[in-house]
């Protein structure tokens, strides 16, 4: 077996380097601070986030996914014991190839303002 060693990989056709069609890296992902001004503290092919109210973000892509099947998995915490989940209303708010919505819930389904929010998205890009 052969070990391959790289510091860059890079696709020449441009995007995302994939191995057996699968890409390598995640496609977008953000940390934000959630509460009063809302500020990205890092992140890769996200342009902004938008505070849509309490506990209501939009992340927006600075290079659109290739279709809306995209996954998200992400998280939000306070530092205190109380549960808090990310969720996406998709129902209300689908997902679209340039942005998708999120909700940070306490366990009682009440939103919330986080601190700190995570996403991460997978899936092709445009």
């Given at each position: ?5 790289a510091n860059?990989?890079?696709?020449v056709?441009?995007g995302i ?5 699968q890409?390598l890296i995640p496609?977008?992902?953000?940390n ?9 503290r890092?992140?890769?092919?996200v ?5 849509n109210?309490?506990g209501d973000?939009t992340?927006?892509?600075?290079t ?6 995209y996954?998200?998995?992400g ?5 205190t014991s ?8 998709y ?6 190839t340039s942005?998708c919505?999120y909700?940070?819930v306490?366990a ?11 996403v991460?998205?997978?899936?092709g890009?445009?």
């Amino acid at each position: 077996m052969s070990t391959v060693k790289a510091n860059d990989i890079t696709n020449v056709t441009g995007g995302i380097p994939t191995v057996k069609s699968q890409q390598l890296i995640p496609t977008a992902w953000v940390n934000f601070n959630g509460t009063s001004t809302v500020a990205i503290r890092d992140s890769e092919n996200v342009s902004s986030i938008t505070d849509n109210g309490t506990g209501d973000y939009t992340v927006t892509f600075a290079t659109s996914m290739a279709n809306i099947n995209y996954a998200s998995a992400g998280f939000a915490g306070a530092g205190t014991s109380s549960l808090r989940s990310l969720s996406q209303p998709y129902e209300a708010f689908p997902p679209t190839t340039s942005s998708c919505r999120y909700n940070v819930v306490y366990a009682n389904n009440s939103i919330y303002d986080a601190p700190t929010v995570s996403v991460l998205i997978l899936g092709g890009q445009a």
